[in-house]
């Protein structure tokens, strides 16, 4: 005996699959972006290294965001 899958279901599942890869991916450009700023921090002056600071304060917030609706 066959189960009847509504179309919307199948629909539903797959766009939720994607959105959670790209989400993931997401994260993944985040993470690589928040340690390059951290890199950065360590080779320049002072007026330089506060922007790099609030760049990395701001990926940091983004990330945490974006694991908690993950």
Not at 8 to 14: A, F, I, L, N, Q
Not at 22 to 32: D, F, G, I, K, P
Not at 48 to 63: F, K, Y
Request: aromatic letters at 4%; hydrophobic letters at 35%.
């Amino acid at each position: 005996m066959a189960e009847i899958i509504p179309f919307e279901d199948v629909v539903r599942s797959r766009r939720r699959r994607r959105e959670r890869e790209n989400l993931q991916r997401c994260l993944e450009l985040l993470r690589l972006n928040l340690d390059y700023c951290e890199l950065l921090q360590l080779d320049c002056d002072e007026p330089e290294r506060t922007i790099h600071r609030r760049r990395t304060e701001q990926l940091a917030a983004l990330i945490d965001y974006a694991e908690r609706i993950a």
